[in-house]
């Protein structure tokens, strides 16, 4: 009876500590995901207001910056930059990192794959901030050679074209789009690799079989039958990588440095986070004022990317 | 604490970057967690909370793991904290309630100025080459960590 009795009473206190415990993983779980909401909150409300003060939705999106004189200002330069050196970091990063990732997921007993995926598993982690000042040095040192004999005579060649040519291909500066697409790419390449890797490393065996036994060519067996198996993580990791390097401002600093004006993409280009990180700093209210607007355009950017993503995977 | 801009300000912006980073890993290995492990803890009468430790404990080698991997992704983490940690790189400090540095938002705030110093170019070249091998060493311990106890 006695013993009964204290078994009960040890099941009473195991359910207390379980409620407990179960109850502090739900607090940690809100307290991890409450910031998210607050940010996610603080920007819009800031940001909408902002933007309705600078000028309005449209205004906002094409105009120029403010000086701290000015009452209206916009984005309109540093979008541009984003857009287009997000495009072709993004374009660069799947073209080198889904080969990449193949190599790596499909040839796992070469000895050169496994120093290829020891390579991306450390280049995934690298600080971004050493990617753009490894480029900002790549590009000090070859900017003049490159200039001379390959981009100088181009764009004579290419001059008959039109003036407008210029804007995209001519002699470099020292800071520019490309350079800052370049380290966006670096820093997506190992992030689709490994995606793509795993991916490729989950495919059953009888399918991998039936691929290669339909007598094509090895390449057709991994880019084209076995894709289309993989190819909804495939896709789910270029959105999210796309998503990531467009709110990246570390590996742009040395390498797009920021414009406040519309400029060829062949000199200093402005980015929505070099803004949002320039402006943020300064003591004029109006300059702040376009940063919360600029992150609440980054913001619905990003959430409009990883919507996509998570509506195709 | 007379400025909002301290060492504190930025380790709890790190801690809320972080925290859905290391979750990630954790949660990885936490879905490797052998179907028939659980339902022998819970066949011998475990509460939820109890399987949930007992999980917990079959997948440690990932949360140690997941520790480091977070660590080494916090190190690198450059404009953010660049914003908020004050930029102080003249003084040292252990007081965390003061401005200070790091090294990734040392080589973010003082590049564009870097020329006018005598030594600074090289500074911070070596503080990112110290950057990247401190990345390199946590990265190979996580990872080592992780693949010693895989199941």
């Known amino acids: 009876?006695?013993?009964?009795?204290?078994?009960?009473?040890?099941?009473a206190v195991r359910m207390v500590i379980n409620w407990l415990g179960l109850g502090l993983f739900a607090l940690l779980?809100?307290?991890?995901?409450?910031p998210l909401f607050l940010i996610i909150g603080d920007v819009y409300v800031k940001g909408i207001d902002a933007i309705n003060r600078l000028g309005g939705l449209w205004a906002f999106l094409t105009g120029l910056p403010p000086t701290p004189l000015d009452e209206r200002g916009g984005i309109g330069p540093m979008l541009v930059g984003t857009l287009y050196m997000t495009a072709l970091g993004a374009l660069l990063g799947i073209a080198v990192g889904f080969p990449l990732g193949v190599y790596i997921g499909e040839m796992r007993r070469e000895k050169f794959a496994n120093v290829a995926r020891a390579g991306v598993n450390v280049l995934v982690e690298f600080p971004t901030i050493v990617?753009?000042?490894f480029v900002y040095?790549?590009?000090s040192l070859a900017k003049e050679d490159l200039n001379r004999y390959l981009l100088g005579p181009l764009s004579k060649a290419l001059s008959p074209v039109g003036g407008w040519i210029t804007w995209f291909i001519g002699p470099l500066d020292g800071f520019n789009a490309y350079a800052g697409a370049a380290a966006l790419a670096l820093i997506m390449i190992p992030y689709v690799a490994l995606i793509t890797a795993s991916a490729y490393a989950s495919i059953e065996q009888p399918l991998r079989e039936a691929a290669y036994a339909t007598g094509g060519?090895?390449?057709n067996a991994l880019?084209?039958?076995l894709r289309k198996a993989v190819s909804r993580a495939v896709v789910t990791a270029a959105l999210l990588g796309t998503a990531k390097i467009a709110g990246e401002t570390a590996p742009l600093l040395f390498t797009a440095f920021g414009n406040t004006y519309y400029a060829p993409f062949t000199g200093p280009t402005g980015a929505v986070s070099l803004w949002i990180w320039y402006a943020a700093q300064t003591p004029y209210d109006v300059q702040i004022a376009s940063a919360y607007g600029a992150a609440a355009v980054l913001l619905t950017i990003i959430l409009i990317i990883f919507i996509v993503a998570r509506i195709r995977g | 604490m007379t400025s909002p801009y301290t060492l504190f300000t930025a380790g709890v912006l790190l801690a809320i970057m972080i925290t859905p980073y290391a979750a990630a890993v954790i949660r990885e290995g936490y879905a490797l967690v052998p179907k028939p492990v659980e339902e022998a803890v819970y066949a011998i009468g475990a509460t939820r909370f109890e399987a949930v430790l007992i999980k917990l404990r079959y997948v440690r080698n990932y949360i140690l793991g997941g520790f480091f991997l977070a660590l080494g992704r916090a190190m690198g983490e450059t404009v953010a904290v660049a914003m908020v940690v004050g930029g102080n790189f003249v003084r040292f400090t252990t007081n965390i309630f003061e401005s200070g540095i790091t090294i990734s938002s040392l080589i973010a705030l003082q590049f564009p100025n870097a020329a006018s110093y005598q030594y600074m170019v090289p500074a911070l070249f070596a503080g990112a080459l110290l950057l990247t091998l401190f990345g390199l060493v946590i990265n190979a311990v996580a990872i080592y960590i992780i693949q010693r106890g895989q199941i």
């Open chain 1, 1 to 11: 009876m006695t013993a009964g009795r204290k078994a009960e009473d040890i099941t």
């Open chain 1, 29 to 34: 779980g809100v307290a991890a995901v409450v």
């Open chain 1, 131 to 133: 990617v753009g000042l």
């Open chain 1, 137 to 139: 040095a790549v590009m």
């Open chain 1, 217 to 219: 060519r090895e390449f």
């Open chain 1, 223 to 225: 880019f084209v039958v």
